[in-house]
């Protein structure tokens, strides 16, 4: 789309006597807008289903406009992992490398930062005009309409992309990715668990009022299971 818009454009400017620099934005924020949240829920959505053979962790994450959940979620759900996974590693022999891959991962997430909670407005009302100036076969043959784009279409295209001209890989080996990461996924929920168990332990040992909460609740656990008729 970007490439007819130019060609398009260094049509009119090239036929068309004008004083004035025309600027021509091509961008979907005005009429085809898709925001963070379901770009890359999309985005992880096709890397599950079609995903990279060498993937380390399975592709799952949430967004949210908290800065204090999110900086619990780094730390619980990114962090606390990376080293508990490591620690195994270390613990069975291995190299551990998940909290360097979360360190990267975490200096690029800061570093882009400013610009994903950010919002720009462009101003796109030449590219509509210049729409107005071409016949039905050129629209067609030169299309450049951003309202066509299907996003879910769009960025599953874009991961295949990624896949095959960037990882190399062929599309024979989905089948086998998939299952590596069906296994990666349960590894991916016992983490959590365990990053839960861990933090509520931690907890616990701390905060005397929450130990003693604690220990009430587990104790009418108790006492409801005696009462039940087949305890």
């Known amino acids: 789309m970007v490439i007819n818009l130019m060609l398009v454009a260094a049509w009119r400017e090239g036929t068309t006597k004008s004083r004035?620099?025309?600027?021509?934005?091509?961008?979907?924020?005005?009429?085809?807008?898709?925001?963070?949240?379901e770009f890359i829920g999309l985005s992880f959505k096709y890397m599950r289903k079609h995903p990279f053979s060498s993937v380390s962790w399975y592709p799952?994450?949430?967004?949210?406009?908290?800065?204090t959940l999110n900086t619990v979620n780094r730390y619980l759900l990114h962090w606390l992992p990376a080293y508990i996974m490591d620690s195994a590693v270390w613990l069975?022999?291995?190299k551990p490398i998940m909290?360097?891959?979360q360190d990267k991962l975490d200096k690029a997430a800061t570093c882009l930062q400013y610009f994903t909670t950010q919002e720009w407005q462009f101003d796109d009302e030449n590219v509509r005009t210049l729409v107005t100036t071409l016949s039905e076969v050129d629209r067609r043959e030169f299309s450049f309409d951003v309202a066509k784009i299907d996003w879910e279409n769009y960025i599953e295209n874009y991961i295949l992309g990624i896949r095959r001209f960037i990882f190399k890989e062929d599309q024979a080996s989905i089948p086998k990715a998939r299952r590596h990461v069906s296994r990666l996924y349960w590894l991916y929920r016992m983490m959590q668990v365990l990053s839960v168990m861990c933090l509520?332990?931690?907890?616990t040992l701390r905060y005397?009022?929450?130990?003693?909460?604690?220990?009430?609740?587990?104790?009418?656990?108790?006492h409801v299971a005696r009462m039940l008729p087949f305890v």
Request: with cysteine; aromatic share 10%.
């Open 20 to 37: 004035e620099l025309q600027i021509y934005n091509c961008c979907t924020g005005q009429r085809n807008p898709i925001k963070w949240k």
């Open 60 to 67: 799952d994450g949430t967004v949210t406009a908290s800065r």
């Open 92 to 94: 069975t022999g291995g």
């Open 99 to 101: 909290v360097r891959i």
């Open 200 to 203: 509520w332990h931690f907890l």
């Open 208 to 222: 005397a009022p929450l130990r003693q909460l604690w220990n009430n609740a587990l104790r009418l656990l108790i």
